[in-house]
């Protein structure tokens, strides 16, 4: 470029394109084959030798150079290859490509992969027609092809609407779910193909059929935030769905389980699992065995012995943001006898599950969401008639003690601040304890123990403040 010359990046792309075509037919001319195949094997962008190639040289004398590389293990003759087909194809359609597929069927026992290859070159280009002629190809061609084939390739602008629903049941036919969730997780779908999806995503993951490179648990939490919207599509159906991803956790992948685990906290915080857990009894009891250790001391889990640390962490997860209770109606009254059923059928299958201790300390966190009654004291009337009437009560109510304090959320004090805040829940809870203890003494009882707490948590911050004004300049 002449000293001082001013050119737009278009022109210096092309002066640059034309200049890696000079340099190619050059090096043809005198070295032949062997000299391009020593470039592309030292080149950092093979890539674009291809395309100087497919302009520089004629078709006759550089196919045969092209289809070997296609047909090569190495990355560099392929990335070769690839863009010299896909520049032919530009130019010239499907003849190049005929061409290809022709000599490569020509051998008895072609590899279909290769055959499969030489489709996918043309799939950014003409996807209408690959589809269309690989159905004539045999079923092995077109396992390789969908096996391979590029998502991108089907979120082209002019892509219909029965070409995209094909190519995506393609897709989850040979175990692609994961790129068939980055394809429809921002475009209109059915639910069937939001369902069908999610149900396949773990059965792919477990068998490492399919893999993509961002983070599974946003694009997955998008898929069944957009299925609570289908109004036909029941919770007890997106709670089936949700289930099969704490077989999914730390498989294959271990260094994803926390970002699947996250599906609970950041991206979605409310799972159908929450109000099905709450209604069917048996899915509490298999969260409870997930988490809990065999009554013999082993450190095996109840629920299996392959149990991974994230599922735990999961199925823990799922136990600890449970709110609300069995039994409670739209307009926020609880059905005592719904209640009691479900209490008493959970520890009826933590006992067969040999996890009932456990399942009597999740029990009484689960009554710790219990609202305030109508009398302004908290837990409300049907948990206060549970606590106090059913024999199993004093097994749970350290649990709905612990539940009660755990609920609290996060103080902020001043340095020198003691435990007034402290004090004040306390009195309030032995106040309250007074106000029902004639009609619920258990209930009563538990009150006191969660004044005797704060009592505890008041004293501390009072001796840290003293200490801290006698010592703090």
């Not at 069927?105 to 590899?111: A, D, I, P, R, T």
């Not at 999610?198 to 068998?207: A, F, G, T």
């Amino acid at each position: 470029m002449p000293d001082g010359e001013q050119v737009s990046y278009l022109e210096n792309r092309e002066r640059g394109a034309v200049a890696r075509q000079d340099a190619v037919r050059t090096i043809f001319a005198n070295g032949g084959v062997d000299a391009i195949l020593s470039l592309i094997d030292t080149a950092n962008a093979p890539h674009r030798i291809g395309i100087a190639v497919a302009n520089s040289i004629e078709a006759d004398e550089a196919f045969p150079l092209a289809l070997d590389c296609i047909k090569s293990k190495s990355q560099k003759r392929q990335e070769f290859a690839i863009q010299f087909f896909n520049a032919h194809c530009r130019q010239s359609g499907w003849a190049v490509l005929d061409r290809a597929l022709n000599d490569v069927k020509s051998v008895e026992g072609f590899n279909p992969k290769v055959v499969s290859a030489i489709y996918l070159l043309a799939s950014p280009v003409d996807l209408k027609t690959c589809l269309q002629r690989i159905e004539a190809e045999s079923e092995s061609v077109q396992d390789a092809y969908w096996r391979s084939v590029n998502r991108l390739d089907f979120v082209q602008v002019d892509v219909d609407e029965e070409i995209f629903d094909y190519s995506v049941q393609r897709l989850l036919t040979v175990g692609r779910s994961l790129s068939v969730a980055q394809l429809v997780w921002r475009r209109k779908v059915s639910a069937e193909l939001l369902i069908r999806t999610l149900e396949q995503i773990p059965i792919d993951w477990s068998n490492g059929t399919d893999t993509i490179d961002n983070d599974p648990s946003y694009i997955c939490t998008e898929l069944f935030n957009r299925l609570d919207k289908f109004e036909n599509v029941s919770d007890e159906a997106i709670a089936r769905l949700e289930i099969p991803f704490i077989g999914m956790i730390g498989q294959h992948r271990p260094n994803l389980a926390l970002h699947i685990i996250g599906m609970i906290g950041q991206h979605r915080p409310n799972l159908a699992l929450h109000k099905e857990a709450l209604r069917e009894p048996s899915l509490f009891a298999d969260l409870i065995a997930m988490v809990s250790k065999r009554a013999d001391g082993t450190d095996e889990n109840v629920a299996d012995d392959r149990t991974s640390e994230a599922q735990v962490s999961f199925s823990y997860k799922v136990l600890s943001s449970l709110r609300g209770l069995p039994g409670q109606m739209e307009d926020g009254t609880i059905d005592l006898e719904a209640l009691t059923a479900w209490v008493l059928e959970v520890r009826r299958f933590c006992e067969e599950r040999d996890c009932k201790d456990v399942g009597d300390q999740q029990i009484g966190e689960v009554l710790a969401n219990a609202p305030v009654g109508d009398d302004g004291v908290c837990p409300c009337e049907p948990v206060r008639d549970l606590l106090d009437d059913l024999p199993m009560a004093t097994h749970i109510g350290r649990s709905f003690v612990v539940g009660k304090i755990n609920l609290r959320s996060m103080t902020t004090r001043g340095l020198y601040d003691d435990g007034a805040q402290e004090h004040s829940l306390a009195e309030k809870y032995r106040m309250d304890a007074a106000k029902i203890a004639a009609k619920w003494p258990f209930t009563a009882k538990l009150l006191r123990e969660i004044a005797n707490d704060y009592d505890s948590d008041a004293h501390f911050h009072d001796v840290r403040s003293a200490w801290t004004e006698a010592t703090v300049f």
